[in-house]
């Protein structure tokens, strides 16, 4: 059994920054991806960022404003966003695709969100 747990959402005027942070526990052997999405109330979720094999990936909507960042050894995804805006408001997902044996099938994890709100 894995649980991802985010930490770090909250209320920020525009302009401000929050980090966020992601931390996997449980039965894991190695963790392939971790990416961040979010979900915008009546809309879909979209991916924010991704950080796997040492490599990032970003939205255009946050290039520049969002960084991802990975501690392997702790398990943990952090998403430091700067210069935030209205339109980020959302409720922030961690995702993770977790081996839980070597060879072993990759599972995907979601973490239950955390709320991120931009005030103008």
């Known amino acids: 059994q894995v649980q991802l747990v985010e930490s770090g959402g909250g209320l920020v005027q525009a302009g401000g920054s929050l980090r966020l942070s992601c931390a996997a526990s449980?039965?894991?052997?190695?963790?392939?991806?971790m990416a961040w999405y979010r979900q915008a109330p009546g809309k879909q979720r979209e991916l924010v960022a991704t950080?796997?094999?040492?490599?990032?990936n970003y939205a255009d909507s946050v290039k520049g404003r969002f960084t991802i960042s990975r501690d392997n050894a702790k398990n943990t995804a952090d998403l430091q966003m700067n210069s935030l805006k209205p339109e980020d408001t959302a409720v922030y997902y961690c995702?993770?695709?977790?081996?839980?044996?070597?060879?072993?099938?990759?599972?995907?994890?979601w973490g239950r969100g955390t709320q991120v709100t931009v005030s103008s």
């Open positions: 995702k993770a695709d977790i081996r839980h044996r070597q060879p072993g099938a990759l599972y995907q994890y």
């Open positions: 449980g039965s894991i052997f190695s963790i392939n991806l």
């Open positions: 950080t796997s094999g040492g490599s990032t």
